[in-house]
């Protein structure tokens, strides 16, 4: 027996070594990935070594621990798993009343049912020895690599017996998002968060998994030797001790059930995780097994789908909104109608073969709904035509950039719309993105989703159209979810970003390689925004600190016509004022610091960075033997800087040290 202290306490530490780990992790990416360090060595190492005693102290090894991270499998192949016992789907209802009379006078446990792809997992003497997938029920396919890099499955459980349970293996919104918006030009996005999960679990490197943020959630348990819990809800909060992720689901009986039913329908919205209805099953273990199964699905459960609530509306407008794809896809425009609580007045079609399908064309009278009551479809065209109405209504040019579209048929023929031109600045929002960054031109507000609905209206084409919204504020306004108090900020915060500095501008164009500290080393060097524009990669690297990469890179980019006209078009909108002047007289001045750890003088590590700059100094974000000192108020810890910076004989002094130099 397990008692409820003692699953508190164990629950508690599982939320701490998941707060560790994503710590850890965070701090890795940003040291291996960006060359920043967002904490000092030996932070790092007293958390490691906390998340090394916890998962001693439980028996606990969460999915994706840093302490298990030394590499990622590849397979040839996933080889076939036939299942102990068939796994039969749930029957299914749309009907409250008739879920209300399946249950009788049983307490039931309701549940989320996440639309991923079930996972059967088995454990022994407390480690995950197999992951297998549901298959077609009889035979599944084994993916126990996969797994191990999943969050939600623990690699090690304090629980020895032979363990068997199921759950759902699925990506959230906000990553499916996020893997969509970092696809390669040209690449078909994935249709939904189910399609991009199935592939990924199917993957032959574990590292795609990793990439992706697969997720697991526990919902069932098939076999857990030696346990006498017998409730759904209890084998849960069992599992949950043990550090899995478990979905999330209420105790309800006859007169709780619908309002339980209506309190998931209203937090569906908040939802980042993929669901398509509800799960009802007995809490009562041994009842609902009692109970047998069909020759088609099991009689311990019911799954409640959502019944989808629709409307009619007049079509008003196809919109085509560009990807940084390059696809380009259409989206329906229609009368606002009221669906499931919320104003709806867009839907997208995804292609112009569903445009065929549907045949629409502008004033037809078209039925809505949203699917899983998240995502607006255009269910049916009531319109009928004699012809095919698709093909004018198709557009001819890119509404980011102008250019001639292009339509690409697929291996399985659909048909969809695709800009070819390679500069488009729909396939380059991280410029965009990058330029408004607070060390570039600090643009507030610009956050990635607005400047995304900026570019695919046609409203940032070049960087100086941040400086002209004004030719759009009608348009802007109407968008949804901006208003005239929107408008009013972005185009307010452009404006006051207009008065800037020299090296502010240079980082911000995104040349590649070249950063703010090498921005500032040029504009030093030549305060001139001709001369800028002319330098070669010889006079580049004669400016201490610009090796041969930063400076062709440098010259190839001005050496575009593209780039140059864009520069120049910049340089109209702005006011630039000259570089501080540096105090070429000071202690540090030509000297070379790297910074690590907290400091206590300066605000933060950045405004030490200015000081030594606008003194100037330089700095550098690895220790080498360029360096001429290591600031460090910890001088006797045993961080990788300080050890390397002991190696090459490099004084380690403090803030008070580096102070006194002056």
Not at 117 to 136: E, M, P
Request: proline share 3%.
């Amino acid at each position: 027996m397990i008692y409820f202290g003692v699953r508190n306490m164990n629950n508690e530490k599982i939320s701490r070594m998941k707060e560790i780990n994503d710590l850890l992790s965070k701090a890795a990416d940003a040291y291996y990935n960006t060359s920043e360090t967002i904490m000092t060595d030996a932070e790092y190492d007293r958390l490691y070594n906390e998340l090394e005693a916890l998962e001693k102290e439980t028996g606990i090894i969460l999915g994706g621990s840093m302490t298990q991270r030394v590499g990622f499998e590849v397979s040839s192949y996933l080889p076939k798993v036939k299942h102990p016992r068939r796994m039969l789907s749930l029957d299914k209802t749309k009907d409250r009343i008739q879920l209300k009379e399946w249950l009788g006078d049983q307490k039931g446990f309701l549940s989320w049912k996440l639309d991923g792809l079930t996972v059967c997992l088995y454990y022994d003497d407390g480690r995950l020895t197999q992951a297998v997938s549901r298959g077609n029920g009889e035979v599944g396919e084994d993916m126990t690599a996969n797994a191990r890099q999943i969050k939600g499955i623990p690699q090690a459980i304090p629980f020895k017996g032979h363990l068997a349970l199921r759950g759902e293996a699925l990506i959230s919104y906000s990553d499916f998002d996020r893997v969509n918006d970092s696809l390669p030009e040209g690449s078909e996005p994935y249709k939904n968060p189910r399609n991009l999960a199935s592939g990924t679990l199917r993957s032959l490197d574990s590292r795609i998994v990793a990439e992706r943020s697969v997720n697991f959630f526990a919902f069932s348990v098939s076999e857990a030797e030696g346990t006498d819990i017998n409730s759904v809800s209890g084998m849960l909060e069992w599992l949950g001790t043990l550090g899995f992720q478990t979905v999330f689901g209420k105790i309800v009986d006859s007169e709780t059930l619908i309002p339980a039913i209506e309190f998931f329908e209203h937090e569906i919205v908040n939802n980042d995780f993929p669901s398509d209805g509800l799960v009802l099953t007995f809490d009562d273990i041994a009842y609902g097994r009692s109970l047998g199964e069909t020759v088609h699905h099991p009689r311990n459960g019911m799954a409640f789908k959502w019944a989808d609530e629709t409307a009619d509306t007049v079509l008003r407008e196809i919109e085509w909104s560009p990807s940084r794809t390059g696809l380009i896809n259409p989206v329906a425009i229609f009368d606002t109608v009221e669906l499931e609580g919320t104003s709806v007045s867009r839907a997208s079609l995804h292609n112009i073969s569903i445009m065929k399908k549907l045949n629409l064309a502008v004033g037809d009278t078209v039925s809505v709904y949203k699917a899983n009551m998240i995502i607006p479809v255009v269910g049916e065209n009531k319109t009928t035509h004699d012809t095919d109405v698709v093909s004018p209504a198709v557009a001819k040019t890119c509404p980011a950039c102008g250019q001639p579209t292009e339509i690409k048929v697929s291996d399985e023929d659909v048909e969809t719309l695709v800009c070819p031109n390679h500069e488009c600045p729909a396939k380059h929002l991280g410029r965009f993105e990058h330029f408004v960054q607070r060390d570039a031109m600090n643009i507030v507000g610009f956050a990635s989703s607005t400047i995304k609905t900026f570019v695919e209206n046609g409203f940032l084409r070049e960087f100086k159209d941040f400086y002209h919204l004004s030719d759009h504020k009608d348009k802007i306004i109407s968008l949804e979810g901006f208003g005239e108090r929107s408008y009013t900020q972005l185009y307010e915060a452009a404006e006051a970003s207009r008065d800037t500095e020299l090296s502010r501008v240079l980082y911000a164009l995104g040349i590649p390689n070249i950063g703010r500290a090498a921005s500032k080393q040029i504009c030093a060097e030549y305060p001139d925004t001709e001369r800028l524009e002319k330098l070669t990669a010889e006079e580049l690297m004669l400016i201490d600190g610009i090796g041969e990469i930063l400076a062709n890179d440098y010259a190839a980019y001005f050496s575009k016509e593209h780039n140059l006209a864009e520069y120049h078009a910049l340089l109209k909108e702005l006011n630039i004022s000259l570089p501080k002047a540096v105090d070429t007289g000071s202690g540090i001045a030509g000297k070379t610091f790297v910074i690590t750890g907290a400091v206590h003088i300066w605000k933060n590590r950045n405004e030490l960075k200015d000081y030594i700059e606008a003194n100037g100094g330089k700095t550098a974000s690895a220790v080498s033997a360029k360096t001429d000192y290591l600031i460090n108020n910890d001088v006797t810890s045993g961080s990788s800087k300080n050890k390397k910076a002991k190696e090459l004989g490099i004084p380690i002094i403090t803030e008070e040290e580096f102070r006194d130099m002056e």
